[in-house]
């Protein structure tokens, strides 16, 4: 069982990585909106970064060999980690705006705590369930003038539980993932494998919706690409979840609610947009609330 232990510069670096990388993804994606299917293009995310993390395991000397018993582990973790909550984000965002979409995400932390106590038994800590809900009432006011001035479509109510499911699925991955690294299962193995099923998963949908497995050759789309699979999933998931197994699912899910923070921060200079009292006060709360999820037990 996990210690409530003081944070390491290691696991404080692999939170920031994470932190950083997934703030700027949000860029990758916009660049990737256009002729091929969002369900394709995550085909295409999680096929290359699959391979890159197998290359990287073989280069390591990690252990690739295992039974069929771990292999279904590792198809689980593909299906809710690396394709199921994609896609339902992606048709989720369809409907709704952006900042609602980040609301529901930023409650993972919360999720984590009850499903670690309903799975394995894990305490809940009274401090990060406060520090998950003062983040979440953080991107709430961070993202109010954007929901609240939404129109939002016939499918809204539906669009919001497909989010709900997707944040879900995002959970469960973090528990499947948490006993393969109990098991001393390389998390580089371990997580190729995962996005080589969730790959899988998502060819088998994209088929059965006619589809077409294309790819679109221009640079905007390509670069987008690249930074989906390398820097987005190789780096960011190598490092959520070593940092998952080294602090805990409950704590380093917390990168969900700072992501949104980070995406914020960008479009101020890249889209000009205009902080209000309300986006302060929000922040001033993410960040207290970072800092209770954080902070050592005493």
């Known amino acids: 069982m996990l210690t409530r232990a003081r944070l390491t510069a290691f696991d404080l670096l692999l939170y920031a990585t994470v932190v950083v990388t997934w703030g700027f993804a949000w860029i990758a994606i916009h660049f990737q909106v256009g002729a ?67 609301i529901v995400f930023s409650l993972a932390s919360l999720i984590n705590v009850g499903l670690g106590a309903l799975l394995y038994k894990t305490p809940i800590d009274r401090r990060v369930v406060i ?59 371990s997580t190729g494998y995962g996005m080589l099923y969730g790959s899988a998963a998502l060819a088998v949908y994209a088929a059965s919706r006619g589809h077409a497995f294309t790819i679109e050759w221009t640079l905007p789309y390509m670069s987008g690409l690249i930074y989906s699979a390398l820097i987005a999933s190789v780096v960011a998931f190598a490092c959520y979840l070593t940092l998952l197994g080294r602090i805990g699912a409950d704590r380093a899910a917390y990168v969900t609610v700072l992501g949104p923070v980070v995406a914020l921060a960008v479009s101020t200079f890249v889209e000009n947009f205009h902080w209000s009292l309300p986006t302060a006060l929000g922040l001033a709360a993410v960040l207290a609330g970072n800092v209770l999820v954080l902070r050592p037990a005493k």
């Open 36 to 102: 091929v299917s969002p369900d394709v293009s995550i085909l295409w995310r999680f096929l290359l970064a699959g391979m890159l993390m197998l290359g990287i395991a073989a280069i390591r000397g990690d252990r690739l060999r295992y039974s069929l018993q771990r292999h279904a582990m590792f198809a689980l973790l593909g299906l809710t980690l690396f394709s199921t909550n994609f896609l339902l984000f992606y048709h989720a965002a369809e409907t709704l705006p952006s900042g609602l979409l980040s």
């Open 131 to 189: 520090g998950g809900l003062l983040g979440a009432m953080g991107i709430t006011a961070m993202f109010y003038s954007q929901v609240a001035g939404a129109e939002f479509q016939h499918g809204a109510v539906f669009a919001l539980m497909l989010c709900i499911v997707g944040t879900i699925a995002f959970c469960f991955g973090n528990m499947v993932s948490s006993p393969l690294q109990r098991d001393k299962i390389p998390v580089f193995a």
